[in-house]
């Protein structure tokens, strides 16, 4: 006899929905006890004195990590200056709070009720956990995390101010700013989401194509063209030998299609996020052609951000909401609570996708499709850092690929929108010599960029549009 409905039986209610009062169906009973019990724990572990203290320190080493690349120099400015001096001096990394006050205070809020969108991947992690583990309530703050259809919805609801903050592909806050594909309007991005978090994921006829010279006429997906997805798939197909514009076809389809195109055959690939990557593995459609962390090591993939009317009208409400995302950041880069955050972000609300797949994209053990099970645990990573050398390398290929016509000034457009500015002003001020931070050198496919150089970086690739 069945465990969920007994029509037969005069002592138990006859119900289609759970036995438990809740609304979700019978079969779905155990996986909401697991998520309840994924999110208690966290929820523990997130109000335990332990991680309070790391907590506060990741948000503090964060912050003066990003003005302080290199150790060297950030060990000679306070030997010189001392502590006292120091925090006084970098106390504005964000142009509205001192660190210490980033940390710890909670000033009064300008506004309360905020909504936030968001696209279901894993890269949002940050974001979307900070919901259920009640983050933003902690803040002070009554929020609600968006399911969004796509990029572009994303971009317009921001525009219109329909949204407060949002979760944006790492190029899209400059594209904007610069009125590329859209109406101008200034963004700002105060965190990275997450860094690495991608694939190339190729349809299961392709097996013996694993060399790109091979895909001459292959139709590719990637989820917006102010994309790193679109960015490396060029960058990656250009580098053995074909044209992205010319030798391939290039297509913007939503993360939640693209699975579903690659099974049609509407595709041959995607460079896409995840969980749709694994998901393709899962769905026996597709397998993982690389990782994108092994074309760059750390790269930005989605970014945290929102307008900068909004932080200058709502600075302590972006605070707050800083502070919540920082946190949530902190708990998801420890390898220890990835499993759970699985099972908190993988029901219909959030990712709506199977708990196993959201898994093997966190914890970085995954079966990629060719019949091998890999162990990657830096996959998906969270580092919240927003390099200003990361903005400049994104405005070089938008450079490169024509969406960005005549002279670029990066540096200018790189400091206006990452949000690593601020402290340096404070430091003149002071009398300080600002450290040359927020612009360290990073390879992509072993070729170093240098962000002092950028059109010699753009004028070096044979392929190109310019």
Request: hydrophobic letters at 40%; charged letters at 25%.
């Amino acid at each position: 006899m069945s465990s969920y409905f007994d029509p037969y039986d005069a002592d138990r209610p006859l119900r289609l929905s759970c036995a438990c009062g809740q609304d979700h169906a019978p079969h779905e009973h155990d996986a909401a006890l697991s998520r309840d019990a994924a999110v208690h724990e966290l929820t523990q572990r997130s109000e335990s004195e332990d991680f309070a203290s790391y907590s506060r320190e990741f948000i503090e080493a964060s912050l003066v990590k990003a003005l302080f690349p290199q150790d060297a120099v950030r060990r000679r400015f306070l030997r010189a200056v001392g502590k006292g001096t120091a925090l006084a001096a970098i106390g504005s990394v964000l142009p509205t709070m001192s660190l210490q006050a980033m940390a710890e205070e909670a000033a009064p809020l300008e506004k309360k009720e905020l909504k936030i969108g968001f696209i279901p991947i894993t890269c949002a992690t940050p974001l979307i956990m900070a919901h259920p583990l009640g983050f933003y309530k902690k803040q002070g703050l009554d929020v609600s995390v968006v399911k969004t259809a796509g990029w572009a919805l994303i971009r317009d609801k921001m525009i219109n101010k329909e949204y407060d903050a949002t979760h944006f592909l790492s190029p899209m806050p400059l594209s904007i700013s610069m009125g590329l594909g859209s109406t101008a309007k200034p963004m700002h991005v105060a965190t990275i989401q997450n860094t690495n978090g991608q694939a190339i994921t190729l349809a299961m006829k392709h097996k013996d194509k694993r060399d790109p010279k091979d895909w001459k006429g292959f139709k590719f997906a990637v989820p917006f063209e102010y994309s790193m997805h679109n960015f490396l798939l060029r960058y990656y197909v250009a580098e053995h030998g074909l044209d992205p514009d010319k030798d391939i076809q290039i297509r913007v389809v939503p993360p939640p299609e693209m699975v579903a195109n690659l099974r049609a055959g509407n595709i041959d690939g995607y460079l896409g996020p995840d969980p749709f990557n694994q998901r393709a593995v899962f769905e026996e459609v597709g397998f993982i052609h690389l990782l994108t962390k092994e074309i760059w090591e750390g790269h930005p993939c989605c970014a945290f951000g929102t307008s900068a009317e909004f932080i200058a009208q709502n600075p302590n409400t972006f605070a707050a909401l800083y502070r919540a995302v920082l946190t949530s950041a902190a708990m998801a880069r420890q390898a220890k609570n990835r499993e759970l955050i699985a099972k908190v972000i993988a029901p219909k609300e959030y990712l709506n996708q199977p708990e196993a797949v959201v898994a093997q994209v966190l914890t970085g053990r995954f079966a990629d499709g060719l019949g091998n099970v890999r162990n990657v645990p830096d996959r998906a990573d969270f580092n919240p850092i927003p390099w200003q050398s990361m903005a400049v390398w994104m405005l070089t290929q938008m450079k490169r690929w024509g969406y960005v016509k005549g002279d670029v000034n990066y540096k200018q457009l790189a400091e206006k929108v990452f949000l690593l500015t601020e402290a340096k002003k404070h430091m003149k001020a002071l009398g300080e010599t600002a450290p040359e931070g927020a612009y360290p050198g990073f390879k992509v496919m072993g070729k170093a960029f240098d962000p002092a150089k950028p059109d010699a970086y753009v004028n070096s690739f044979a392929i190109k549009r310019t």
